[in-house]
């Protein structure tokens, strides 16, 4: 069951890697925005602050958020050209193949903006991580966070993309969605990075996040087919 979900899945998001490696036209402007709202931040306020230091966390998720936007709104943007989604409904793969497929691809696309925009961010800042366990605490707050992030997302990039006004439509419906996996990926960041807490203050707030991801993981895997077939 589970080689006949994954194969299809990889080949989607193998698709879907190499078309961008080859065009690099969405991590460019990916990268590009992440840039632009580091160099404002760092010439709005003086990074030797240390009071400024306050708004990594949140800068870390506006870059995360509105970058992932920018990906998510041509996630299906191929497939809506002479209608290619249609192939897919008639395709011998199960639905939620299609989903799985998205959610990879989109989630490796910001992962990579992060790794190149988070050091960015923390060298203009002069931002130093303390601990190997809240680095490694960090890291899983992050995966976990975007990996919510996407997984709505996707789902609501798949129901906006068979409307004209997609770009607009997609961050009205995801906004108000993603908002406690936001809440709490800020509030985990900051416990670790900022107050330099240990994992077990952040755990309260990592827990929302696991509970959020697998929640809505579950309802959009279960509710891709019904999306496709609007």
Known sequence: MMTHLLKPAIAIAYKDL???????????????FSGLVIVIFSFAFDPANAAVRALIPGMIWVITIFSGIIGLNSSFALEKEEDRLAGFIVAPIDP???????????????????????????ILFDFHL?????????????????????????MLAAVSSH????ET???????PLVTPVVI?????????????????????????????DVLFFVISFILFEYVLEV
């Open 96 to 122: 939620a193949s299609i989903y799985l497929g998205k959610v990879i691809a989109n989630f490796i696309f910001v992962l990579i903006t992060q790794l190149i925009a988070i050091p960015v961010l923390f």
């Open 184 to 212: 709490g990926a800020v509030q985990a960041t900051r416990i670790l990075l900022i107050e330099h807490e240990t994992f077990r203050e952040a755990l309260s707030w990592i827990q929302l996040i696991t509970v959020y």
């Open 163 to 166: 409307i004209k006004s997609s």
């Open 169 to 175: 439509l997609l961050p009205v419906l995801l906004f």
């Open 18 to 32: 190499y078309l961008e490696w080859k065009t690099k036209q969405n991590m460019m402007t990916m990268l590009i």
């Open 130 to 154: 303390i601990g190997y366990r809240n680095i490694a605490a960090f890291i899983l707050v992050l995966f976990l966070g975007t990996f919510g992030f996407i997984v709505v997302g996707t």
